[in-house]
């Protein structure tokens, strides 16, 4: 996708730290729902009872011959955690890109790209939330609300979950309508950040039985979180990439005032407004009809970009910057039960929107010096469309000697990125009579069809072999229009690619008792090639070219895949009062795709950059004793290009990019009781991120007198930090009132650190946030 003018054009970044693979609280196995959640009981179970779905068809946790990681309903309230990236930092090996809402871009064990076609798939309810992501929107991210749990699958998913999970799959699960219980949930927060101000929120859901075949749980939740950042009126703007002196003098980064008039406190202030809507229908005992809908809108008033040379998290930006991002998903579920076979049809529409406003002022003065004094603002419009049709069967019996899934999946994808930069005045300068300097359109369409089945086959008491395999047939277009001056006019590309192969994977698993599982497996994941979606004139881009040894941008990128090879063990000891999961595992992976930034033009392409091996291990253990429940995870992962290509920049020996090499948590929790069936819980939580490196080159160009030399890239690594948590749960029975200080020591480390926009810019954690919640059943 299109990275070009992007003033926030930067490349993934792994925030992300980690906690305990074994979950606090168990996601009960429900006979006949193996998609969605029954209610679950607050507070911790024992990890023999966590359930999960990660095959398509019920499962214990430790039963699983594959990492998988459960957090539970429970855990994902803690701390008022609001998405899955306040909670990813409790799962080992998994890592994301920024901090706002809906422009994530997740990595699972160093499958790592800031190519437009995601590695990891993101699922709700089974139904695929994937888009074409481009500079303007990541993965689309759903607000905690009304969950029984998330999942987190690692490596290639490819055979049950098709293309790009080939580094892994997150599975958000709804709680579902409950037969024979009318009940009303209810919670509010509030909280206060510090260098900010008050954040609130408050939800609601209703599970009502309107006869005895039919139940309806629907509610809503809103959301006002508070900003911390600052834009204050014409501050100082450091430009790193000219330099007022020339060697054999020391650089001098241009400073210049923004000649900003907007001054506004925490200016990055968000809310989010969700609503769900489940009718469950047993027209018989055999039959399960589930019509659903979730929908949110997320409205964000500013960037959460500061400016690193103003103090107190500060920026200076001339013009306001507002994300809307509104996501809506439609399905039905149908759920047929005969005997030890499960049929299932799942029919889904997904839509997505996102307006994307930014001030382009600075960036475009980088690439037209003259224009500084020029405001610029960019309007992007992204909009993805996808209807999909899922048949399968799966047995129903766990204990069954022979455990299989299979099916059908069809998609119909559409997604549109329109792009328009201003320069105000411009027009009448040059005298074209429009002060439009840049304006792209792009449609790509996706469609795709997959035949799968997995199948566990008991050869021996104890000894498991699994067989999956994935047929796939896809055809994608691509059709773009660009004009301006600053596309060299008016332009049209168009492309068409067509793929099929098999994806598929293999098992053993050996049970020595209940609790001592070995498992080895290798497993394919695939991910689709494409066209890059930009038509700039010939010429405009050929310097930047010429250093990458490309005559002009290429039409098309190929298909990447990869092998995964993995050997692990889940054990429990003590009476299951300790619990041990590890893993290692090694990827061989071919013809990378990601993005390779053109900086003289602004505009960008996708390229396949050769290949990479990836090796790595995670462990993670949890100790219960009485009311204290102790927990640690650790995973190492160490990524390397093995193989360059020509027209990119990595070069062999470099990591992956946005891949840590350690990821470490620990954590504590004590529950002791109060009396009168009151308890209290208090919690400790410390993750650790080691560094990572954020981008190939090494240098990047600056314009001095002289002429143009190359400066060290000092934004390329991202530092290593570590965060502390702490929180305090009362639990009466009724009520649950959770006290919370998140980042306990106020870090702020600079993520997505960039000089791409003529201005040395950051995002940041948020800061030290201290708040209640409290929850309610009637």
Not at 52 to 57: D, G, Q
Not at 117 to 139: E, R
Not at 623 to 643: E, P
Request: hydrophobic share 40%; glycine share 10%.
């Amino acid at each position: 996708m299109r990275h070009h003018l992007h003033g926030t054009a930067w490349t993934a970044l792994a925030l992300a730290t980690i906690g305990s693979a074994i979950p606090l609280a168990s996601a009960r196995a429900q006979a006949h729902l193996p998609e969605q959640s029954r209610p679950q009981e607050e507070g911790a179970a024992p990890p023999d009872e966590i359930v999960v779905t990660a095959r398509k068809r019920n499962e214990r946790l430790q039963d699983a011959p594959l990492s998988v990681n459960a957090v539970s309903a429970a855990e994902l309230r803690q701390g008022n955690a609001r998405d899955f990236k306040d909670v990813l930092r409790k799962v080992p090996g998994v890592s994301f890109s920024g901090a706002e809402l809906g422009q994530s871009r997740y990595s699972i064990r160093g499958v790592s790209t800031t190519s437009p076609s995601p590695t990891v798939g993101i699922y709700l309810d089974d139904i695929s939330l994937l888009g074409a992501t481009n500079a303007f929107s990541g993965a689309a991210d759903p607000v905690f609300f009304d969950f029984g749990r998330v999942e987190i699958l690692k490596g290639p998913q490819g055979t049950l979950y098709g293309g790009s999970a080939m580094g892994g799959a997150i599975k958000y699960v709804s709680r579902a309508p409950e037969p024979g219980n009318t009940t009303l949930d209810t919670a509010a927060g509030i909280s206060s950040t510090a260098h900010g101000g008050i954040s609130y929120q408050g939800e609601a859901v209703l599970n009502l039985p309107l006869s005895d075949k039919l139940v309806l749980r629907t509610g809503a939740l809103y959301r006002d979180n508070a900003g911390f950042i600052d834009n204050v009126a014409n501050g100082a703007a450091v430009d790193v990439r000219t330099s007022t002196t020339a060697p054999p003098a020391a650089l001098t980064p241009l400073v210049r005032p923004s000649l900003s008039m907007l001054a506004d406190r925490n200016q990055n202030s968000d809310h989010v407004l969700a609503v769900k809507a489940a009718l469950l229908w047993q027209p018989d005992p055999s039959l399960d009809i589930t019509p659903a809908l979730f929908r949110q809108a997320y409205r964000q008033k500013n960037s959460g970009v500061f400016w690193t040379n103003l103090p107190d998290l500060q920026s200076s930006f001339r013009l306001a910057q507002p994300t809307d991002d509104d996501l809506g998903v439609y399905s039905l579920n149908m759920v047929k039960h005969l005997g030890e076979v499960d049929i299932t049809s799942l029919t889904a529409y997904v839509d997505r929107s996102v307006r994307f406003d930014r001030d382009y002022s600075f960036y475009i003065a980088t690439l037209v010096p003259a224009l500084y004094d020029v405001n610029s603002p960019n309007a992007s419009n992204s909009s993805t469309r996808t209807f999909s049709q899922e048949l399968r069967a799966a047995s129903a019996n766990p204990a069954a000697r022979l455990r299989w899934t299979a099916g059908l999946y069809y998609a119909r994808q559409r997604d549109e990125l329109d792009q328009t930069v201003n320069s105000i005045g411009v027009g009448a300068l040059l005298g074209t009579g429009t002060d439009k300097v840049y304006h792209g359109n792009t449609v790509s369409k996706l469609t795709q069809f997959a035949a799968f089945a997995d199948l566990t086959f008991e050869i021996l008491p104890g000894l498991d072999a699994t067989a999956a395999l994935r047929y796939f047939n896809l055809r994608q277009t691509i059709d773009t229009r660009g004009d301006g001056v600053l596309n060299g006019g008016d332009t049209h590309g168009a492309a068409s690619t067509r793929e099929s192969g098999v994806n598929p994977k293999f098992g053993l698993a050996y049970r020595a008792s209940r609790d001592n599982l070995i498992y080895a497996s290798a497993a394919k994941g695939f991910r689709p090639g494409g066209g890059n979606p930009f038509a700039v004139a010939p010429g405009q881009c050929q310097a930047d070219l010429a250093n990458l040894g490309l005559s002009a941008v290429p039409v098309s990128f190929r298909s990447d895949s990869l092998w995964t090879y993995e050997v692990g063990s889940k054990n429990q000891f003590l009476g299951r009062r300790l619990t041990l999961n590890g893993a290692a595992f090694y990827t061989d992976w071919k013809n990378i795709q990601q993005n390779v930034f053109l900086p003289g033009c602004g505009f960008s392409f996708s390229g396949n950059v050769g290949g990479a091996e990836i090796k790595g291990a995670e462990l993670a253990a949890q100790f219960a004793t009485g009311g204290l429940t102790l927990g640690a995870a650790a995973s190492y992962t160490d990524a390397k290009i093995s193989r360059s290509a020509p027209g990119v920049s990595a070069k062999v020996g470099q990591p992956v990019l946005d891949t840590p090499k350690w990821i470490a948590n620990a954590n504590m929790a004590y529950r002791v009781a109060l009396g009168g069936g009151v308890s209290a819980t208090a919690r400790a939580d410390y993750q650790y991120r080691s560094s990572s490196l954020r981008g190939f080159e090494d240098s990047f160009i600056v314009n001095t007198p002289a002429g143009p030399v190359a400066a060290n890239n000092f934004t390329r690594r991202q530092r290593a930090y570590d965060l502390v948590n702490l929180g305090l749960l009362i639990d009466t029975g009724a009520w649950q009132v959770d006290l919370f200080v998140n980042n306990l020591l106020d870090k702020a480390p600079l993520l997505d650190h960039n000089v791409v926009s003529g201005i040395e810019a950051a995002i940041t954690l948020r800061p030290r946030t201290i708040g209640m919640s409290v929850r309610r059943q009637f």
